[in-house]
Structures are given as C-alpha cells and as structure tokens.
C-alpha cells in the first residue's frame, strides 16, 4: 500500500480504498505512517509521483502545475498576429488621428526607417495636442510618440507574456525580434493566449488518453 501510493502520488486515495476493503483501524494507522514515509523518500529522491515523472519525460515542467507547463512551451511567434499596421516616425498629425479612430486596438505602433520599434500612441498620449490643428504642420508620430514602451520578445513563452500583460495592465503587446534590434514583428492580444492555451490543454489531454 506504500510503495503503490507513493507511485501513484495517491497518499490518501490508498489509505481509505485500504480501510474500506479491510475496515481494521490499526492496519490502516499503520499504513498511514508508512505512506507518509514512502511519499516523503519518493519526493525527495524523484520529486513526485510516477504520473508526474511521465509528463517530465515528455517535455513538461511541472514546477508550478500541467497548466504553467503548458504555457512556457509554447512561444509568442507561434501565435501573434503579423497583421500590424505601423506608423513610421515621419506620420502627420491628421493621419495619426485618422488611422487612431479606425484601429480596432486604439493604438499605433511607430517604427523607424530599419522597422524597428520606437514607441507608441493612444489618444491619451496625444493630450493636448489631439485636437490643436494649429499643430498640425509642427508636430509628426515621432513628436508624440510614448517610447520605452512594454513588448515581448518573439521567442518568448506565453508565460511570459501574460505575466507582463498582468503586470502592464495591457491585453495588446507589441512583439518584436530581439531586445537589440527591436525589429517589430507583429502584436499579440491576451485572447489568443487564453486561446492557444486552450488548445494545448486539450491536446495534452487527448495525449494522456491515448488519443
């Protein structure tokens, strides 16, 4: 009863199927120290059950559980969305306005010359200068522009990119090649992380199921 509740990472299951078939109150006592034991020894030399050291064989890092597992295998470039409409830092006022109004995001991505990630703008961050024409022939995307901006790197884990989405406050992240190079790539929202997620724990679950 020991050894087949440390296997099976089942302490207390074992304990109570045990007491059921047999209804002896000592026997079970006793089993119950001997689980305790035999679970601390199998922790400890191999850090859980044999169903944990199966999904370890398999790829899995279940430090924090199957569902972080499944989140750090996964890397942002396999599911952000290169459909990105960016605005180069020479873009007029009116055309930051227009192109502010019909982006579903609510945000413009500006870039320079190389395609590399300078910044962005929200209405917020146009403030006062939204609705100044006045400023108009003054002022360009590079002018108002809010750098030093939260991104994901492309071969980040969705681990990753949902803790800086929490810690952000953000839903929409701009993804780009390297933290050197800042080369945008495209964006990734919240949704299809949750999506994609979704879909690996379904997999992983028709796999465990010999499916």
């Known amino acids: 009863g020991a050894v087949t509740a440390a296997v099976l990472g089942a302490p207390i299951s074992t304990a109570l199927i045990v007491f059921e078939m047999t209804g002896d109150y000592a026997l079970t006592l006793?089993?119950?120290?001997t689980v305790v034991i035999a679970s601390l020894i199998t922790r400890e030399f191999h850090g859980g059950s044999f169903f944990i050291w199966?999904?370890?064989?398999?790829?899995h890092d279940l430090r924090d559980g199957l569902e972080m597992a499944l989140?750090?295998?996964?890397?942002?470039?396999s599911i952000l969305?290169?459909?990105?409409?960016?605005?180069?830092?020479?873009?007029?006022?009116?055309?930051?306005?227009?192109?502010?109004?019909?982006s579903e995001a609510g945000e413009l991505f500006v870039i320079d010359q190389r395609g590399g990630?300078?910044?962005t703008i929200t209405l917020a961050d146009l403030d006062r200068f939204a609705f100044d024409g006045e400023l108009d022939s003054l002022l360009v995307a590079g002018d108002v522009a809010r750098r030093l901006i939260p991104h994901l790197i492309s071969d980040?884990?969705?681990?990753?990119?949902?803790?800086?989405?929490?810690d952000q406050g953000k839903e929409y992240l701009p993804v780009v090649d390297n933290n050197e190079t800042m080369i945008l790539l495209g964006s990734l929202r919240e949704s299809r992380v949750r999506d994609a997620y979704n879909r690996a724990l379904l997999q992983s679950q028709r796999e465990q199921r010999g499916f």
Do not use: F, H, W
């Open 117 to 119: 990630l300078v910044g």
């Open 81 to 102: 969305s290169a459909a990105v409409d960016p605005a180069p830092l020479s873009l007029a006022m009116p055309e930051i306005r227009c192109r502010l109004q019909t």
């Open 156 to 166: 980040d884990t969705l681990e990753t990119a949902l803790d800086v989405m929490a």
């Open 71 to 77: 989140l750090r295998k996964i890397p942002v470039n």
């Open 54 to 59: 199966q999904l370890e064989r398999q790829g």
């Open 30 to 33: 006793a089993l119950m120290v």
